[in-house]
């Protein structure tokens, strides 16, 4: 009888595909996923701590679980992820019938670990490190249309607020042999896009001279047969090199989108910040990308309230996104978290100004948002088909190469094929469309 497992995903891509990897991994040893954690023989929690507001979730939704294994001793109950790799053992003191802990980099270690618990073992707990290449894991067997594809872990840029370093370590690369062959075993198996992730691709296999760079990569990508279109994220400003710049316009199937936080527009927060880049650098690289590919999507990663920001700072940030004008942002208040270098700083920007930047910010993000989907009216785009829109069911709903949603008429055979929508109406959060063509 083959056994069940849930496993609740919070936070990243990165945490999204390492929880199709364990499911890989538990389906080749006879577990079968289930939706519905009640009828489960495993639950296991995939956590982030980057941010707060996951963490306290992660940690909220543990104490649903406690009561079933109460109710059921042998439900096996674990945590995965960076908060299992923060706390380690304190989680077993923490969380009362807690069967194990997981880090990132013991994934592969996960069938061992259940089939120890089974036997009678507690509070097995696993978050070191593995030395060199990232472990090798099993290829996702369900049909994708678009597909993650991991080219490296962890990161060495130390900004002063981020836990990466500790809980996803220091960069390591996968060898670009093992990421050309899982790509075209997705590709054969129907996936038409890759999205390669990374804490900072951009930094992939930098300081392995005999490997191929990050932009050779998305070359030999683009040679595989059957792929239509590819992404990365995320970017780190400090190593977006003009190689990689350069790539957007001569990779055929590279997306014209770019995910590149910037955090902050002041120089002194960004100095704070430890990000390795001056405002002006950032703008300069802006630019240089909207010179090769003027139609390309940039989008980001913003903060505000970090230790030491004034009004001034903050009216820089502003002046940085009305000089980008991004496609997209992810904003959010700055919370201190621990193991950083900023969190031994006083958090001395109050909550309500945090609040009121906040809304500010996002405020302006939107206007520019809005006239960005309306500029597109008109136009005709190439849609990737995702499937049924969840407004409607006689639209579809798919991507644009730069990463925009379009919803438009049209019927379920159109799932996975690439089609053109002329733009009939931009809005805030996603645009119509009509086939065409």
Known sequence: MEKRVYIKTFGCQMNEHDSERMLALLEGCGYQETKRWEEADVILVNTCTVREKPEQKAYSI????????ENNPAVIVGIAGCVAQQEGEQLLARIPNLDFVLGPGKIHRLPEILHAVAQGSR?????????????????????????YVTIMQGCDNFCSYCIVPSVRG???????????????ALIQSGAKEVVLLGQNVNAYAKNKPHELTFPQLLAKINEIPGLERIRFTTSHPRDLTEETI??????????????????AGSDGVLARM???????????????????????????????????????????????????KFDGLYSFKYSPRKGTRAAQWRDDCPPEVKQRRLEVLQELQRGITLRKNKALEEAVKEIL??????????????????????????????????VNVKITEGLQNSIRGERCG
């Open 170 to 184: 220091r960069e390591r690369s996968r060898p670009s042999n093992e990421v050309l062959a899982e790509i075209d």
């Open 246 to 263: 350069e790539a957007f316009g001569t990779v055929e199937h590279l997306c014209e989108h770019l995910h590149l936080p910037f955090q």
């Open 62 to 69: 543990m104490g649903r679980f406690q009561q079933l294994k």
């Open 385 to 418: 088909v995702e499937g049924q829109s969840r407004n409607s069911p006689r639209k579809m709903t798919g991507r644009t190469r730069c990463n925009r949603i379009v919803n438009f008429t049209g019927g379920p055979e159109l799932a996975g094929e690439l």
């Open 274 to 324: 430890n990000r390795g880049h001056t405002r002006e650098e950032y703008l300069s690289k802006a630019k240089r990308l909207r010179e090769k590919v003027p139609q390309i999507s940039i989008t980001a990663d913003v903060m505000v309230g970090f230790p030491g920001e004034t009004e001034a700072d903050f009216d820089q940030t502003l002046e940085l996104m009305r000089a980008v």
């Open 123 to 147: 509070g097995v707990c696993a978050v070191d490190f593995e030395n060199g290449d990232l472990v090798d894991l099993p290829i996702p067997h369900t049909r994708q249309l678009s597909a």
